[in-house]
């Protein structure tokens, strides 16, 4: 059977705008998973994007490249032999000596070294992932902060390091390969490079090779990418056989990492264009060899022009460093979450009726005259048939839900018409929204305080708040677009529970709390089901009068651009002269509008899917659209059932009523 060939990239840390459109082919065109892809493009080093034929790998490359990821396409070797342990090295002006348990290698000044740099410990790949999850909580995937190569020496130094030293050839081929430990080396060697610490030994032998190299790659990743047999393992990282197994896949990554440094790299396209300062260079070195200019072989001083304008720009790189910016993440959400609809009528309208039975019940319930109307209004059927004909209203109610999502056609993203629409997708987060008892990165929470009631038998609602007021984005393979849950129906799938000062009820909480929190969220991530109503977006920009008027009040405070239009030349503007300068502001106003417009702009910009008053605004945390009609279905027919029987018991007390 045929050896695998690999296709490794080199991430992006930030996503490109070529992204959607290349993951939209790898799994159209190359049967690639979209959301792997995405996750392998995108991140900090190297990733395994795919394995197969070479042939079929190669019909991707093209496309990589116009996205602009550098790659190798790799068919692996088996490792040829395991790194020896080192126990000893000297170097001098022309070569370093490590001297392993069989025997010693030399590798002379100015030859290719490769060196892996690992933790074998796990450390690395824990402060990674919590450095991926807090940079994601707080600035959102597009902007994730990964861990810097500095903070991974420090991780490998605190953790289990080993350092590996390979020597390529000539040839390409791995000729040695040295394995060194911490405090298993003699550092005499070093010189005065040799510290008290073993492990900042370990950086010193680091520091050698590379002055003594004349082609150095060091790789750092080993744990933070999942190359085949290149696993770490994590548990019992202390155990021999974990340690074993450990340092055998250490030595497949080295190997792998040697095949592809002596790999072709494909390179973005752009990266094949001589850049500004190859160009300059090659220039000056031409003026300072005419013979070389006038014997017709100026492309031959490319390379070394390519390669001077390397170092100049390492050189430079130092100098011109600026401090950081602050990485662009995810704006605050709007303050202001709650769940309670204040702005509707019908909120009030029916708190209020409740509000006033509550109190006639409180202020009458001891007299007579009340107790009279409450029974003569059960007895005589009127209460059981006030309650089914509000069932009987919900009922129709849920039914009209239900034939309203099996009769809207489910849309793209990038297909959607004004109106009531049907979209799934990917919640996306368009605010740094973290839900507040547990801190999950979320697009939707609802957080409810339950207080047990004086006799602790019934919890009772104290206070329930959400983020209804904070939009997200929906997202699929041709698009994504605003919704806004305000004043809709939203059904998360994740709830936590617990109490106050509890971030969340691992185990069960004890009976004898008196107060508790439900916490309902809708993770960044989660597949959902809306339907809305989509229309424009309102837009802050002023109107064409206004702009009109705002350009007519500037140009009169303009006295050099106002005489513009002096054609008289009398130094005074007359009605007719302001008749036309207002006319050319107004066509000015009415192109830079129109202009404005032809911009095309992106679906979230200027789309919105909320709530319209008299239409539905589902928004729910399922993969089937049948498991969401069955619901509403069921609801409708139990209430319709239920509805039924409270007017048959009506009717029966009634009848009993007028024969008493």
């Known amino acids: 059977m045929a050896q695998d060939t690999y296709l490794i990239v080199e991430q992006q840390q930030k996503p490109s705008e070529a992204l959607p459109e290349l993951i939209k082919e790898l799994v159209h065109k190359h049967q690639l998973d979209g959301y792997q892809s995405r996750q392998r493009l995108v991140g900090r080093g190297l990733s395994l994007l795919t394995r197969g034929e070479k042939a079929a790998l190669e019909k991707i490359s093209p496309r990589l490249r116009e996205a602009g990821y550098r790659h190798w396409i790799v068919t692996p070797r088996t490792p040829g032999f395991m790194p020896q342990r080192l126990r000893a090295l000297k170097s001098d002006s022309e070569k370093i000596l490590f001297g392993c348990q069989k025997q010693t290698f030399s590798y002379p000044r100015g030859g290719k070294i490769l060196a892996v740099f690992a933790d074998l410990s796990g450390n690395l790949a824990a402060q990674s992932v919590k450095q991926l999850i807090s940079s994601n909580a707080y600035h959102g995937r597009d902007n994730l902060q990964h861990i810097s190569e500095d903070k991974i020496i420090r991780s490998i130094l605190q953790g289990m390091p080993v350092l590996d030293l390979y020597l390529i050839d000539e040839e390409q081929d791995v000729s040695a390969a040295v394995r060194l430990l911490p405090g298993k080396f003699d550092p005499k060697g070093l010189g005065d490079r040799a510290t008290l610490s073993a492990r900042q030994n370990l950086l010193k032998v680091l520091e050698l090779a590379r002055e003594y190299a004349g082609e150095f790659h060091l790789y750092t990743d080993f744990g933070l ?160 048939l006030a309650a089914a004909v509000l069932m009987l209203w919900y009922g129709f109610y849920f039914f009209g839900l239900r034939r309203q999502i099996e009769n809207t056609p489910t849309s793209k993203v990038r297909s959607v018409a004004m109106g009531m629409v049907e979209v799934k997708g990917t919640a996306r987060r368009q605010y740094a929204l973290l839900s507040p008892m547990t801190q999950t990165p979320c697009v939707f929470y609802r957080l409810t305080k339950y207080r047990r009631d004086q006799n602790k038998h019934q919890w009772r609602v104290r206070s329930v708040n959400s983020s209804a007021n904070v939009p997200f984005y929906l997202e699929d393979e041709t698009g ?181």
Not at 239 to 263: C, F, K, Q, V
């Open 225 to 384: 990418v999942a190359f085949p047999g290149c696993t770490l393992r994590k548990e019992n990282s202390d155990d021999p056989e974990t340690i074993r197994s450990n340092l055998i896949s250490l030595a497949r990554y080295g190997w792998l990492m040697a095949d592809l440094i002596t790999a072709e790299t494909l390179a973005p396209d752009e990266e094949e264009e001589d850049d500004d300062l190859t160009r300059a260079t090659a220039a000056a070195l031409l003026l300072q060899n005419p013979a070389l200019a006038a014997s017709g072989q100026a492309e031959e001083i490319l390379p070394l022009a390519r390669e001077i304008s390397r170092e100049i720009e390492a050189e430079e790189a130092p100098r011109t460093e600026q401090p950081a910016a602050a990485t662009p993440g995810l704006p605050p959400p709007p303050e202001g979450h709650t769940s309670v609809p204040w702005n509707r009528p019908g909120f009030w309208i029916g708190g209020g009726g409740f509000g006033a039975v509550i109190a006639i019940v409180f202020i009458f319930g001891d007299q007579d005259w009340f107790r009279y109307a409450a029974y003569h209004a059960f007895a005589s059927g009127g209460a059981p």
């Open 480 to 660: 994504r677009v605003e919704v806004d849950p305000s004043s809709g129906s939203v059904t998360p799938r994740t709830k936590q529970e617990g109490a106050p000062g509890e971030e969340l009820s691992i185990f069960s909480m004890s009976d004898d709390r008196d107060e508790k929190w439900v916490e309902e969220v809708i993770v960044e991530g989660t597949l959902l089901y809306v339907l809305g109503f989509a229309a424009v977006k309102r837009g802050n920009e002023p109107s064409l009068h206004e702009r009109k008027i705002e350009a007519l009040r500037e140009l009169k405070h303009d006295r050099q651009q106002l005489m513009a239009f002096d054609s008289d030349g009398d130094g005074k503007i007359s009605d007719d002269e302001w008749d036309s300068a207002r006319a050319a502001v107004e066509d000015q106003v009415l192109r830079e509008s129109l202009a404005a417009r032809q911009k095309r702009k992106k679906q979230e910009e200027h789309v919105v899917i909320s709530k319209k008053k008299g239409r539905p605004l589902i928004i729910s945390e399922t993969h089937s659209e049948e498991r969401l009609t069955a619901r509403y279905l069921f609801y409708s027919v139990t209430l319709l059932i239920a509805s039924t029987a409270a007017v048959g018991g009506s009717i029966y007390l009634l009848l009993n009523y007028l024969k008493g």
